[in-house]
T-cell receptor
């Protein structure tokens, strides 16, 4: 299993501040996904990045895939209380014999204080 | 909008009892995953199916856990006997193929008492 290191593990910020969450690995991924999860619910897909160097924007969220496809970042501008949740990065990698697998980081728990 | 359906949403069971979870993936999705998630942590893969075949069950505790996807559509995950340490969220996800993005159900919260 290829590992994804996610940081920080916990983040508590004031409304209106900016933040960045990082997802790093020593391995190459064919694609990387970011999910947001609220307590008691399943993860909800935010974005998929596929191409090295790719940048995608979703309103106040900006996602970047590293040039070497080994790392990714999520940047939130002017955070709002509704952004509170567990943010998960997940990477798809080729595991051999024509098969792909999906592995998750440990998550970043974000709290945005009004 | 197509969704992954899971049932039950919540399950409380006594240790040593049997428990089963059901998952119906998005129609047309060949890949189905079962994950276990401890509160506040990332999901950990238990088993991955491609159609009706198991692709990876290396992290499935096979002495007590079993999973099947007999017709390559819906799937059942069973635990027998349940242990206190099995308390967790059990998540099912599906994807069109193994190298495309996965979509999750709402999960089953299992509490073993």
């Amino acid at each position: 299993t290829q590992l994804l290191e996610q940081s920080p593990q916990f983040l508590s910020i004031q409304e209106g501040e900016n933040l960045t969450v990082y997802c790093n690995s020593s391995s190459v991924f064919s694609s990387l996904q970011w999910y947001r999860q609220e307590p008691g619910e399943g993860p909800v897909l935010l974005v998929t990045v596929v191409t090295g160097g790719e940048v995608k924007k979703l309103k106040r969220l900006t996602f970047q895939f590293g040039d070497a496809r080994k790392d990714s970042s999520l940047h939130i501008t002017a955070a709002q209380p509704g952004d509170t949740g567990l943010y998960l990065c997940a990477g798809t990698y080729y595991s051999g014999a024509g098969s792909y697998q999906l592995t998750f980081g440990k998550g970043t728990k974000l709290s945005v204080i009004p | 909008e197509a969704e992954v359906a899971q049932s039950p949403r919540y399950k409380i069971t006594e240790k040593s009892q049997a428990v089963a979870f059901w998952c119906d993936p998005i129609s047309g999705h060949a890949t189905l995953y079962w994950y276990r998630q401890i509160l506040g942590q990332g999901p950990e893969l238990l088993v991955q199916f491609q159609d009706e075949s198991v692709v990876d069950d290396s992290q499935l505790p096979k002495d007590r856990f079993s999973a099947e996807r007999l017709k390559g559509v819906d799937s059942t995950l069973k635990i027998q006997p349940a242990e206190l340490g099995d308390s967790a969220m059990y998540l099912c996800a599906s994807s069109f193929s193994a190298n495309t993005e996965a979509f999750f159900g709402q999960g089953t919260r299992l509490t073993v008492v």
